[in-house]
């Protein structure tokens, strides 16, 4: 990690948005005012900001940050590029704190940063688990504690509810912050085929929604028995146990209207990990078409303009 993180883009602030520019502008620059590409000049000069550009068709300055989640903050794009470097390869997860000791920036300004990283790592891919009939492994974890609920008593009502799908064949991972059964049984028939194998315990509330599927297996863990066949929950017990070690270590206080971004979070880092064929570099060039993709369009660009 050391040797990759020594690359120029990381560091040098010319370097990052020529980093970033080939991989936006992978045929020259474009106009985000116009979407013009012709009469397009790079400004020069001492005063003149990084990466700057002028479209001689609308008059316009731009850089290559703009109209991107880039332009929700003024850090030096280097700053950005080696903190999703950082985020996409760190197997638990980083505080705000450690990002803004590493960056030498304020603690807002680094969670404000790792937000928006999350925000980008939301792949809003709706194809189905489970095509072709493969197995899907659907389970339920407890987390921390909701907002406004006593002290616990034993039980898991003061906890918040985490719905997980792995689908075995493409090793792909989805997690959902849920409130109860009716919205477990809605999120597995909405992101399940209907050929899935569908992997699940003992729970009741799976029992019904399984016969929509070409097979339910259930395992029986009041019995203690965890594996039948192929039939286990095994892998999405798995995730959910590194998912909670980085919870306790790195995000001891969770609140509950941002768990959904720390639940992107893992879920990107779980679905590129290197089992499923992703490096370091690939998983944060991922990332950074995530956040190039999240693009705003021209019309709201020009909105504000
Ligand atoms: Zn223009």
Redesign the pocket.
């Known amino acids: 990690m050391a040797s990759v993180f020594s690359s120029k883009q990381f560091h040098d602030e010319d370097e990052a948005f020529a980093y970033v520019e080939a991989r936006l502008w992978p045929n020259g620059p474009v ?1 985000p ?4 590409v012709e009469r397009i000049s790079k400004m020069h000069g001492q005063s003149t900001r990084k990466g700057l550009y002028k ?1 001689y ?4 300055p ?1 850089t290559v940050r703009m109209g991107t989640l880039f332009e929700s903050s003024k850090l030096p794009l280097h700053v950005w590029l080696a903190a999703i470097y950082l985020i996409s390869g760190s197997k638990k997860g980083i505080s705000s704190h450690q990002l803004a000791r590493t960056f030498g920036i304020t603690v807002k300004s680094a969670w404000f940063l790792s937000h928006r990283i999350r925000e980008a790592m939301r792949e809003d891919d709706l194809t189905p688990f489970g095509e072709g009939g493969g197995a899907v492994e659907v389970d339920e974890t407890y987390i921390g504690r909701k907002a406004g609920t006593a002290l616990p008593k034993g039980g898991w009502g003061h906890k918040m509810t985490v719905l997980g799908l792995i689908d075995r064949s493409t090793g792909k991972s989805r997690f959902f912050h849920v409130d109860g059964g009716k919205e477990i049984q809605g999120i597995v028939l909405e992101n399940l085929s209907r050929e899935a194998r569908l992997m699940t315990d003992e729970h009741v509330m799976y029992r019904r929604i399984g016969r929509e599927f070409a097979e339910h297996g259930a395992v029986r863990h009041y019995n203690k028995e965890y594996v039948r066949g192929d039939v286990t929950t095994n892998t999405i017990e798995g995730a959910f146990s590194i998912f909670k070690r980085g919870m306790r270590g790195v995000y001891q206080h969770c609140a509950e209207k941002h768990l959904h971004r720390y639940l992107a979070e893992f879920e990107f880092r779980y679905s590129h990990r290197e089992a499923t064929g992703s490096d370091d570099t690939a998983r944060a060039d991922k990332l950074l078409s995530g956040i190039i993709g999240k693009r705003l369009t021209y019309e709201t660009t020009a909105a504000r303009a």
């Open positions: 106009c005012h116009c979407g013009g479209c068709q609308c008059r316009k731009f």
